[in-house]
């Protein structure tokens, strides 16, 4: 296979060596029904049961607060629709910010069909909420509030625990989707105060298809999914105890490794490199960013095509995000942070991980710099002074 210089640890994971060694038996040696009564059953209960109090343990839970569900998307359907349920009678308003995954968003979008009035939250250039802003918009019929831990576009970190200590003190239930923290920040869910908080496991080195809801004790949330009652009745379906396995695995090991001082350095220097391109600039905040994410505006460069011309280096990388590429719109976030619709549309997202090397560092600088002079030569909007 030609040579893959893998930049965009954002959008998914290579399934990392521990988690595929603790996922492997359960394909075919251990392959029992948890629910079942016999030993093999039992012996495959016993691993969701050690899954879970590795999970509880990576972020400060209990292990009867972790719900393994199908994906980081069905956590966050999960934690909004029945919040939204659960205290519909409360009221129906629910706040949230303008840079939300589409699986917030959208969930949000559809609840808005149903009655749910939303508030969205502007962010600033750095891609964060005003929590006077914040303070202001909760109301008397404020039910919910889902702000992203992190962001995925742009790495920028939310200030978690100032958020959650508004909610609680208003008596508001706090989501957050951390799908893009858990693993790359240190998670507490008592520090950050949250009742909810997603996790997937493919953006973390786990398999795709596997997911966790954090919910907190006490909070009696209805189930997304009804039917033999398993995850305590909250989430039915048989588990997949492969990928919970691999999940708590993954997991277990990238937080053993926080923090991640070496991808960050890597990454810091992809934005010292990059910036030196003459009418770049950087997206999300300069500070409180994800060691793994290095993103970019660059002006007068269509995004789409500096990923084909990546992609001819062998380089991954996305522009926007993985689940809007294929349409033409600038992505909400590049719009939320402010920035006009034509610079929007260059954007170049770098995810790292630890395996990404050096030399691939200096690959990806060599070939992006001579990628974009080469698109500028040929645009037809673009002009040297
Ligand atoms: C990828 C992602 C999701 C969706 O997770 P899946 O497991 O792919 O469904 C949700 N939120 C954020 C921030 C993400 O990056």
């Known amino acids: ?60 839970a209990l292990t009867e607060e972790i719900f393994f569900t199908g994906s980081g998307t069905e956590a966050n359907n999960w934690a909004l629709k029945s919040a939204a349920e659960l205290r519909q009678n409360k009221g129906k308003h629910i706040i949230t910010s303008a840079i939300e995954h589409p699986a917030v968003h959208n969930t949000l979008k559809y609840l808005e069909s149903k009655g749910f009035e939303i508030t969205c939250l502007g962010v600033d250039k750095n891609g964060q909420i005003s929590t006077d802003e914040l303070k202001k918009a909760i109301r008397n019929d404020t039910i919910l509030i889902s702000v992203m831990t992190a962001n995925n576009e742009i790495g920028t970190i939310l200030p978690m625990a100032e958020i959650g200590k508004i909610a609680s003190e208003k008596g508001v239930l706090l989501h957050t989707d951390a799908v893009q923290a858990a693993g790359s920040v240190p998670i507490d869910v008592a520090a950050m105060r949250v009742d909810m908080l997603t996790i997937s496991g493919h953006k973390l080195g786990a398999a795709k298809g596997s997911g966790v809801l954090y919910i907190k004790k006490g909070l009696k949330l209805p189930p997304l999914i009804h039917g033999g009652g398993q995850e305590n009745g909250e989430r039915s379906g048989t588990e997949d105890v492969a990928g919970i396995a691999g999940l708590a695995a993954a997991l277990e090991y990238r937080v053993s490794r926080l923090p991640l001082d070496s991808v960050a350095q890597k990454r810091d220097r992809l934005i010292t490199e990059l910036l030196k391109i003459p009418r770049s600039a950087l997206t999300g905040d300069p500070i409180n960013r994800l060691p793994g994410i290095a993103s970019f505006v660059f002006e007068a460069i269509e995004g789409e095509s500096m990923l084909l011309m990546l ?69 037809p909007v673009w002009n040297e002074d």
């Open 311 to 379: 992609d001819h280096f062998g380089i991954c990388a996305s522009s926007g995000s993985a689940c809007s590429s294929g349409s033409l719109d600038p992505s909400h976030v590049l719009l939320a942070i402010g920035l006009p619709h034509e610079m929007a549309h260059g954007s170049l997202r770098l995810s790292l991980c630890e395996d990404n090397t050096d030399e691939e560092v200096d690959y990806v600088i060599e070939k992006l710099t001579e990628v974009v002079a080469k698109l500028r030569k040929m645009s």
């Open 1 to 60: 296979m030609e040579k893959v210089v893998y930049f965009d640890n954002a959008a998914t994971t290579k399934v990392l060596k521990p988690a595929l060694d603790a996922m492997l038996p359960f394909f075919n040696d251990r392959y029992g029904n948890p629910s079942s009564v016999y030993s093999v059953g039992r012996d495959a209960k016993k691993a969701i049961e050690n899954a879970r109090a590795i999970v509880a343990g990576a972020i400060g």
